[in-house]
């Protein structure tokens, strides 16, 4: 059983950053594809970044060149860093471990429990 803790959410302004990670316990984070995706209020569940085993990644079109996923297999550890943080990335981020290679979140079989970030004006 794999199990993904977040943390590093909180409240920022307008054009800040912040830097989530996600401890990945249970098995080793080289064995799984992972991703972050997010939950605005009043919205679904969407996906947001992802990277493989070799650290290719992709990006949700409303996040790239602002956010960065990374990932250290020895420390069993993925991170998100994002900066110039909008009002829209209000939302509690998941952090997500799947075997296929994909951005659809109904492939993820392990969830974290979510971290809330807040961007106010």
């Known amino acids: 059983q794999v199990q993904l803790v977040e943390s590093g959410g909180g409240s920022v302004q307008t054009g800040g950053s912040l830097r989530l990670s996600c401890a990945v316990s249970?098995?080793?984070?080289?064995?799984?594809?992972v991703g972050w995706f997010r939950q605005g209020p009043g919205k679904e569940r969407e996906f947001v970044a992802r990277?493989?085993?070799?650290?290719?990644?992709t990006y949700a079109d409303s996040v790239q060149g602002r956010f960065t996923i990374s990932r250290d297999n020895a420390k069993n550890t993925l991170y998100l860093q994002m900066n110039n943080l909008k009002s829209e990335d209000t939302a509690v981020y998941y952090c997500?471990?799947?075997?296929?290679?994909?951005?659809?979140?109904?492939?993820?079989?392990?969830w974290g429990q979510g971290t809330q970030v807040t961007v106010s004006s």
């Open positions: 997500a471990a799947s075997t296929p290679w994909t951005a659809n979140k109904n492939e993820y079989n392990y």
């Open positions: 249970g098995r080793t984070l080289s064995s799984y594809n």
């Open positions: 990277i493989d085993w070799s650290g290719h990644t």
